[in-house]
């Protein structure tokens, strides 16, 4: 696929899914190529499912027409699957890509298993904001398309620093800088302003984090009573993986959350020596290689000691890791 224009076929009507718990970089491409259909096929419907979005993400075209119905009963034409590895990570909105006339997936995860009949998979890219621009017209890329896909691409780099940022991302970056939008505003408000409530869950989960195989991995876990105790929703927990990962001599950050009894979600990061798309693949996930997650059962210190034995391979490998000592 080399342009957005060719999937679009006879289509009358399109539906854009993303994955459960969509972040910045799943929102906002989901947004701005909605955004960038209207200017490109202004006479095609398009809708936007996604699960419940960031308050702070409000601002972005089109944010307050994106549907959370499960099953209004349309068929698509055309769904457009964005920055989601499997077919399973769609959740509830699986319902319209089984029943679509066709079914594309723009996506950079390395561990995308290619469930659509058409992917586009571009894992060097950073995010899927990024691989959508590629495919798009600059000159049908407004201000608001822009506004969308910058976001994405912030959020998926860490603000333009983890190791996934190419030349390639500060090129398109820029260039979505020119459309006008206030890049300074966007990365303030939707990465580094926190609620009191997420300040406070964050605080406490650094406070309860352990250090363990000598200081080259830490964890922390937010229990499902401490979720009710602040009141705290799944979106309210994000950059608290990315604190514990540069926590000083740590090679590996993992982060547990409680999503049902004895059920978690885990979130992965690494700084060098782990792939931790390799361990997530293993329980089931997937991700990048410095950021991967899965979902796990038991206690927290069954998927800590499960999760651990697969870390510790890696840094073994690496030469990082004796048998049960720093090499
Ligand atoms: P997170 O820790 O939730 O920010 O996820 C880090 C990366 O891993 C993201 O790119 C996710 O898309 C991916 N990821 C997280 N959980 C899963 C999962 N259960 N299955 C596949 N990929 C996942
Ligand atoms: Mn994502
Ligand atoms: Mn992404």
């Given at each position: 696929m080399e342009n957005i224009r060719e999937i679009l076929g006879q289509a009358e009507n399109a539906a854009i899914l993303g994955h459960v718990r969509p972040d910045g970089d799943c929102v906002g491409a989901c947004l701005g190529l909605k955004n960038y259909l209207a200017n490109l096929a202004p006479e095609l419907s398009v809708r936007v499912y996604l699960e419940e979005i960031p308050?702070?993400?409000?601002?972005?075209?089109?944010a307050e027409e994106i549907?959370?119905?499960?099953?209004?009963g349309t068929i698509y034409d055309l769904v457009i699957a964005l920055?989601?590895?499997?077919?399973?990570?769609?959740?509830?909105?699986?319902v319209y890509f089984e029943q679509a006339g066709r079914t594309v997936c723009i996506d950079h995860h390395?561990?995308?298993?290619?469930?659509?009949?058409?992917s586009h998979v571009c894992?060097?890219?950073?995010a899927t904001s990024e691989v959508l621009y590629t495919l798009m017209d600059d000159g049908l890329v407004d201000e608001a398309v822009a506004e969308c896909l910058y976001m994405g691409i912030a959020h998926d780099t860490g603000v333009f620093k983890?190791?996934?940022?190419s030349g390639e991302t500060m090129r398109i970056a820029g260039r979505l800088m020119e459309k006008g939008i206030n890049f300074s505003k966007i990365i303030d408000q939707t990465f580094y302003e926190k609620t009191y409530r997420q300040n406070q869950i964050l605080g406490r989960m650094l406070t309860e984090s352990v250090l363990f195989m000598d200081g080259l991995c830490v964890f922390a876990a937010v229990r499902k009573k401490n979720m009710d105790f602040y009141q705290a929703?799944?979106?309210?927990?994000?950059g608290i993986i990315d604190q514990l990962r540069v926590?000083?001599?740590?090679e590996c950050a993992i982060f547990l959350c409680e999503?049902?009894?004895?059920v978690y979600k885990v979130s992965m990061r690494s700084?060098?020596?782990?792939?931790v798309s390799r361990v997530a693949s293993f329980f089931g996930g997937g991700g990048h290689v410095r950021a991967a997650g899965c979902t796990m059962a038991g206690s927290v210190y069954d998927v800590i000691n499960n999760l651990s034995k697969h870390i510790e391979e890696q840094l073994i490998e690496a030469g990082l890791w004796r048998e049960g000592r720093r090499a």
């Open positions: 308050d702070s993400f409000g601002f972005l075209k089109g549907s959370h119905e499960t099953s209004d920055d989601t590895s499997d077919r399973e990570r769609l959740g509830g909105f699986g390395v561990t995308n298993q290619g469930f659509a009949e058409v894992p060097d890219a950073s983890h190791s996934n940022t929703k799944a979106k309210d927990l994000e926590t000083k001599g740590v999503t049902a009894p004895q700084n060098q020596a782990v792939d």
